[in-house]
C-alpha cells in the first residue's frame, strides 16, 4: 500500500536569536531530521536578519526536497515584543525592527506559509510538552541568552497579553544600575544575560572573554572577579524570580539559555537566593531545562503543527498546555 502523503509531511523549525539562528526539519515526532546553525546579522540591521532568515527556510525547504519530504509549514520564533494575532513582530531590543509583519514577508520571500511566534514563549511550550515541565499546569520559563525572557504558564494556559507578557529581562533589579537597550536604567537583562556576564568580567579584570561561558569557567577555579560578576547575576536573578513567584505562584521555574547551562554553579545560588526572599509563597521547584538551545527550534516546529492542524504524533507530549 502506498505511503500516505500526510505521514511524511514535516515542519521548518526556526529560532533565531540576538547570536544565533537555528533551525530543522521537524517530523510528527518533533524528530530534527536535520538541523543548520548560522549566525544572527544584527549588526547589519534589521533587513539584513530578514533576508537571512528567509535564505535559512529557503535551505532547509531544499534539505526537505532532497529527502523527498513535503513541507507542512514554517515556525519562526524571534524575540522582542510578538503580537501573534497580527503575526507581527511588534519591537526588540536586539534586533532593532519594530511594526514588521513578518509571517508575511516570509511568505511573501518563500512561499511557504509562515507562523511567527515568540521564541521563549516557543520554547516554554517546547518544554512542557517535550522537556522539564512535563505535564505542570503553573509553571515559568526563563531563557538566560543574549537577553532575558519568560514564558508564563498558568492554569495549563500560556500568557500572552497581545505578546507583551514575560518579559522579565526589563524587571528593574538595580534602581541605580547601567543603561538598558530599551530605555530604562537597571534591568535584569543589564545584570544577568549572558552579554551582560561577559562584559561585566571584561571590564572588570580588564581582560577579554569570548562568552558567560568563560566567565562561568573562571567562577568556578576560583576567580574572585568572575566570582563577584556571576554572584551578582545570581542577585538579580533570584530578584526578579521571587517577583514572578508571588505575582503568578508557579509550581515549577526552569531555566534555559546559555547561562543554564553552568547546571549547578547557577542554580544552587539562585535558589539560595529566591528561598531568602519568599516568607509565606508558595516555594516554586527550581531545574534546568532539559531540552537545551533546542527549546526554541522544537517550540517553532510544535507552533508550526498546530497552526495548521497538523497535530504532532509525539508521544512524549503529556502535558496540560493548551496550545501555543
Known amino acids: 500500500m502506498a505511503d500516505n502523503p500526510h505521514t511524511r509531511e514535516c515542519v521548518l523549525g526556526l529560532d533565531v536569536g540576538g547570536t544565533g539562528m537555528k533551525g530543522a526539519l521537524l517530523d510528527r515526532g ?3 531530521l536535520e538541523t543548520v546553525r548560522r549566525p544572527t546579522p544584527r549588526a547589519d540591521g534589521a533587513p539584513a536578519v530578514v533576508d537571512a532568515i528567509a535564505d535559512t527556510l529557503v535551505t532547509l525547504t531544499r534539505k526537505a526536497a532532497e529527502r523527498g519530504l513535503p513541507v507542512h509549514r514554517a515556525g519562526v520564533v524571534v524575540p522582542g515584543i510578538v503580537d501573534d494575532d497580527r503575526q507581527t513582530a511588534v519591537w526588540s531590543a536586539n534586533i532593532g525592527w519594530r511594526d514588521l509583519p513578518l509571517a508575511a514577508l516570509l511568505e511573501e520571500r518563500t512561499g511557504l506559509r509562515v507562523t511567527l511566534g515568540h521564541d521563549v514563549r516557543a520554547g516554554g511550550v517546547a518544554e512542557c510538552a517535550l522537556g522539564a515541565a512535563r505535564g505542570v499546569q503553573n509553571a515559568l520559563f526563563v531563557a538566560i541568552g543574549t537577553g532575558i525572557a519568560a514564558a508564563l504558564v498558568c492554569d495549563g494556559k500560556p500568557i500572552r497579553s497581545g505578546g507583551y507578557a514575560g518579559e522579565l529581562g526589563h524587571v528593574v533589579v538595580e534602581s541605580e544600575g547601567r543603561p538598558c537597550a530599551c530605555g530604562s536604567t537597571g534591568c535584569l537583562e543589564t545584570v544577568a544575560s549572558a552579554t551582560a556576564v561577559a562584559a561585566a568580567y571584561t571590564v572588570r579584570s580588564g581582560r577579554t572573554v569570548t562568552g558567560a561561558a ?20 545570581a542577585r538579580g536573578l533570584a530578584d526578579a524570580l521571587a517577583t514572578a513567584t508571588a505575582l503568578l505562584a508557579p509550581e515549577l521555574i526552569v531555566l534555559g539559555g546559555g547561562l543554564a547551562e553552568a547546571g549547578r554553579l547557577l542554580l544552587d545560588p539562585v535558589r539560595a537566593g529566591l528561598d531568602e526572599r519568599l516568607s509565606f509563597q508558595r516555594r516554586p521547584l527550581l531545574v534546568r531545562a532539559e531540552l537545551g538551545d533546542q527549546a526554541g527550534c522544537l517550540g517553532a516546529g510544535l507552533i508550526a503543527w498546530q497552526a495548521g492542524s497538523g497535530r504532532p504524533s509525539h508521544d512524549r507530549q503529556g502535558t496540560g498546555v493548551s496550545g501555543p
Open 214 to 233: 568563560d566567565v562561568a569557567a573562571l567562577t568556578a577555579q576560583g576567580d574572585a572577579v568572575a566570582q563577584a560578576v556571576w554572584e551578582r547575576a
Open 30 to 32: 518533533v524528530r530534527p
